[in-house]
């Protein structure tokens, strides 16, 4: 099934009436894809992925009078039959990705150990303890880190870019191998120290960027060269959230835009062998606990009411990044603007110290019901803008767990609203809300709910109700024409 990728690009249905099957047929037509190539032509006879031989593949004969397409096989055209070299490089990648993941993970651990003598467990519990002015320090040094680091990485590497999505869609799946791990290892450091940007950017781009150089080395074509890149950003993902599932569907319905089956099993494949391979460093439990939460008629009601809300909260994200990234500096100022950017956040974290980190705090203290209106007001408004802000500066970071923490805010603020008219769980109110703006905001439905299943281990309760806001706020978002926080990066043309 074609779905829309990423950008301002459309899917074109072709129907016809199929007289010997009896049946109506429909086929996608012809599209430009980010990056080149096309999706696959409106003909009946159009390519898979057999390398160009229009076979039987995906075809059946009912009794031998008429054919019938199996959309799930119709993959784009540019991308032929993946050899048994193809399969060796989608384990390669895995296996790097996931080592490469767990890297930067023990990093990430060290340098908040050095910053806020964190340990184990709550990372607000180590600033908390860490005080008031350490906290100033901590971002200010990391501003300063910022901005000097980017432009010894640039005298360094030279010209190029390290954005996965621009790699993807603009540069046919190419990254530079150093600038691309050490903008990663930047990344993981400033978020270490305090940062609020996502902690996901750094796996995604090492993955990618060694899933790129094995491309270079195997001399693959364009086409092999972006799904292998697409799959080493999922695996990336995957591994240090240990997301399986959802860093194979991140790779298909984000970074490539179409849900097939035969692109599917290579992302499937390297997001399970990087996962398995980072649980020899990484922790196997879910990223967030939750406590029990029942069926409740209240959680469904609530769901439809808040999607639509969801999505227009998603819209103004969107736009907020959109804005922060078309104002970021450069020369001079790529010096001076990250380190009063962070210092000012280090400044709000002093009556707010949820705001430093990626905000994974912030939706495990929303699950539980612990965070009083008027900080769920207050963070509501101050976690966005500092993200956005730190991104504006120049900075590189993440933006998964930022929007997670965003929707889980807005989830709890109105859960707390809804408690007086139907009692519900706060953890089911969270949970929808996290859902929905993740959705709406990477423009990916179904890989923001077996996101949000995985990274809390919650199925039956919850399904019915996650499924109803993220239609609600995928309705609202498309109706307003909002592309994904990843698209809106993009640079100009």
């Known amino acids: 099934m074609a779905v829309r990728p990423p950008g ?25 894809m980010p990056g080149g190539g096309e999706w696959g032509p409106a003909s009946r006879e159009g390519r898979a992925m057999d390398g160009g031989r229009s076979g039987d593949h995906g075809r059946d004969r009912p009794g031998g009078t008429g054919t019938v397409e199996q959309p799930n096989l119709v993959a784009p055209v540019d991308v032929p039959a993946l050899s048994v070299r193809f399969w060796v ?13 767990a890297a930067l993970m023990a990093l990430l651990h060290a340098v908040a150990h050095l910053t806020y003598s964190y340990r184990s467990g709550s990372f607000l519990a180590a600033v908390e303890q860490a005080g008031a002015p350490r906290r100033v320090v901590a971002l200010a040094v990391a501003g300063a880190v910022a901005g000097g680091g980017w432009w010894l990485l640039r005298w360094w590497t030279g010209p190029g870019g390290s954005e ?21 290892v930047l990344s993981v450091v400033i978020v270490g120290m305090g940062a609020s940007l996502g902690r996901e950017a750094a796996p995604r781009l090492a993955g990618a960027a060694l899933a790129s150089r094995l491309s270079d080395w195997a001399r693959i074509d364009t086409a092999h060269r972006r799904l292998l890149a697409a ?3 999922g695996a990336g993902m995957a591994c240090v959230y240990n997301v399986p599932l959802g860093g194979a569907l991140l790779t298909l319905e984000v970074m490539l835009g179409v849900l097939s089956l035969r692109l599917a099993l290579p992302a499937l494949a390297a997001s399970c062998i990087a996962t398995a391979v980072s649980w020899t460093v990484l922790p196997t439990g879910p990223t967030y606990r939750l406590p029990d939460v029942p069926l409740s008629a209240s959680l469904a009601v609530f769901a439809v009411l808040l999607g639509p809300l969801a999505g227009l909260a998603a819209v103004g994200w969107v736009r907020m990044i959109r804005i922060a990234h078309a104002h970021r500096p450069t ?5 001076v603007a990250p380190l009063l950017v962070f210092t000012a956040v ?18 495990q203290l929303s699950l539980g019901g612990l965070l009083a209106a008027p ?28 929007t997670v923490a965003t929707g889980a805010l807005l989830g709890s603020l109105a859960g707390l609203g809804w408690t007086h008219l139907w009692p519900g769980p706060a953890a089911g109110f969270a949970v929808i809300g996290a859902a929905a703006v993740l959705a709406a905001a990477m423009q990916a439905p179904v890989a923001a709910v077996v996101l949000m299943l995985e990274l809390t281990r919650t199925v039956d309760a919850l399904m019915v109700p996650l499924l109803l806001a993220v239609t609600g706020a995928m309705l609202v978002s498309g109706r307003l024409d909002t592309p ?4 809106v990066r993009l640079p100009a043309q």
Request: proline share 5%; net charge positive; aromatic share 6%.
């Open 8 to 32: 301002p690009v459309g899917v074109r249905i072709v129907w016809w009436r199929d007289t010997r099957a009896g049946r109506t047929c429909g086929r996608a037509g012809r599209e430009t």
């Open 89 to 101: 490089l989608v384990v390669a990648t895995g296996v790097l990705a996931g080592l490469a993941g």
């Open 164 to 184: 996965v999505s621009v790699a993807l869609w603009r540069d046919a799946g190419r990254l530079p191998l150093r600038r691309s791990l050490g903008t990663a």
């Open 231 to 233: 799959c080493g950003a």
């Open 331 to 335: 020369g001079w100022r790529l010096h």
């Open 346 to 363: 280090g400044a709000l974290a002093v009556p707010y110290p949820q705001l430093l980190g990626n905000g994974k705090d912030i939706v």
């Open 375 to 402: 900080t769920l007001v207050a963070l509501l408004f101050l976690k966005p803008i500092a993200t956005a802000g730190s991104l504006g500066s120049g900075a590189s970071g993440g933006l998964f767990t930022p």
């Open 484 to 487: 994904s926080i990843y698209s």
